[in-house]
């Protein structure tokens, strides 16, 4: 471990976390990197900061201390470094294990794509975090923004981000269409053209899985009841199809005794409903018109009804699957309207990386939008929590911006790492500060009898509502 990165030493006084079988043993007064972001960042690291230390202080009572250090990503790296992402930050990050960064500036016409998409891939950040959950007072365009409550893991290193693309016209993509066209579709009708862009997506088995595994532990250990696969499986296949059966093998393989998919609710409940239930009756049941399918589409649901009860009717059956955590699937554009018409149905979704992007930001409209919208990007032994908004530079410098994204994505990190006490102060003097209609120009504009707070002046308030 180094005793500078990018030229600035690492705090003396503090102590890096650490990772031993599986689990983090973090110390009284941890080094965490942070990277206050670009732009507005700037603004919101400042004020975040001044809360976190506060609510660890009133916590603790100086037992324990963040030790910040700062580390270069993004506009600030650029300037002093000539690089987007110096080496030494990536280094940094690994070494200490658990940071937190405001947002940052993707670069335009070069260099890394996304510097937040370089992070997640350099360290294996494969857990994209984001929970959605409604704070009273905060303007919401939907009658009942209470109602959603959800968590969504993202896979957070495959899919179209895995950065495998082509430009239309290059020598590069000339060659990857005529082997597709000429190798792979040979002899068929579809082709691609050939003044096409074309784009990999890659969806393995070890990142679904690994995505699914994290979601289930997630609502196990926090008392979440459903866990809900969102993929495009109906047109995409052997990707977003396959990702939604490794989901499902997930659930039923290693999480048997804890889980009951939705379908094997239905031959149980209707089982329960009527003891002298037949496997046809039952199969009959849950797939309506059976008798107008095929033969072979017959047989195979009456076998499922049939290994169903003879591998969990013991253990599920009776009214115990009730009891479990429900594994269900919905397809990737039924999910928005259902988030909407019925957002109480869902707890934990688990996604792959495209629709989680989507998802976790059209949910967090409902509760308010992205300034009030925390994130982690989680791997096994390192975690970077950061803001899931832009920079919004015609800002920048200003005071005005909300923090809340950074402040929750701190509230977070401090779950994480097993402060709770902190962390529980910040989300419930956060609260108290909506409630009491002291809120930057986002929420102000929304709200009737609002004052209109500044970035500094909001977490001024919040460290008074601490107590």
């Known amino acids: 471990m180094q005793t500078s990165y990018n030229g600035i030493a690492v705090p003396a006084d503090g102590a890096a976390i650490q990772y031993v079988n599986g689990k983090y043993a973090v110390p009284d007064n941890p080094i965490i990197p942070f990277i206050e ?40 790296a650029y300037r002093q470094t000539q ?33 937040n998409v370089a992070l997640r891939q350099l360290m294996d950040l494969y857990q994209c975090v984001r929970p959605v959950k409604y704070y009273q007072g905060v303007p919401s365009p939907v009658k009942h923004p209470e109602k959603l409550d959800v968590v969504i893991f993202r896979e957070n290193t495959e899919d179209i981000y895995a950065g495998i693309e082509f430009r239309e016209g290059t020598p590069e993509a000339a060659k990857f269409i005529s082997f597709v066209n000429d190798e792979m579709l040979k002899g068929g009708k579809k082709k691609v053209r050939l003044d096409s862009g074309v784009g990999v997506k890659p969806i393995s088995i070890t990142g679904s899985k690994r995505l699914v595994r994290a979601a289930i532990k997630y609502a196990l250990d926090n008392g979440r009841k459903t866990v809900t696969l969102v993929h495009k499986g109906n047109i995409q296949k052997f990707t977003e199809g396959a990702f939604r059966e490794w989901g499902y093998e997930v659930a039923t393989q290693e999480f048997r005794d ?36 095929p033969k072979e589409f017959g047989d195979g649901i009456i076998a499922e009804v049939k290994s169903v009860i003879a591998a969990i009717g013991a253990s599920h059956g009776g009214g115990k ?14 999910i928005f309207q259902q988030i909407i018409l019925r957002p109480d149905d869902y707890s934990v979704l688990a996604t792959t990386n495209l629709n989680g992007d989507y998802i976790s930001d059209a949910a967090a409209a409902q509760v308010g939008g992205l300034g009030i919208a925390p994130g982690a990007n989680i791997g096994d032994g390192y975690a970077v929590f950061e803001a899931t908004h832009g920079t919004a ?32 102060l910040i989300e419930s003097s956060m609260e108290k500060t909506i409630a009491q209609k002291f809120v930057t120009y986002d929420f ?8 209109k707070a500044k970035t500094s002046e909001f977490a ?6 601490m107590g």
Request: hydrophobic share 40%; glycine share 10%; net charge neutral.
């Open 37 to 76: 972001g670009d732009g507005t960042g700037r603004d919101i690291w400042k004020a975040s900061q001044r809360v976190f230390d506060a609510a660890v202080e009133k916590a603790y009572g100086g037992k324990r201390k963040v030790k910040w250090f700062e580390v270069l990503a993004g506009e600030k």
């Open 83 to 115: 690089n987007w992402l110096p080496e030494d930050t990536v280094k940094a990050t690994v070494d200490f294990r658990v940071s937190i960064k405001g947002p940052l500036t993707t670069p335009v016409g070069g260099g890394i794509r996304s510097l």
């Open 258 to 293: 804890q889980t009951v998919t939705e379908r094997e609710s239905w031959i149980l409940g209707n089982l329960e409903a009527n003891p002298k239930l037949t496997p046809e009756e039952n199969a009959a049941l849950i797939e309506p018109g059976i008798e107008f399918a």
């Open 321 to 334: 699957w009730k009891q479990k955590i429900l594994v269900n699937d919905r397809i990737a554009d039924s």
């Open 393 to 424: 530079p015609k800002y920048a410098d200003k005071d005005v911006i909300n923090p809340g994204s950074v402040m929750l994505s701190g509230v977070m990190l401090f779950d994480f790492l097993g402060w709770t006490e902190a962390a529980r």
């Open 444 to 451: 102000e504009r929304g709200m009737q009898g609002a004052t």
């Open 460 to 465: 001024t308030r919040m460290i008074e509502n």
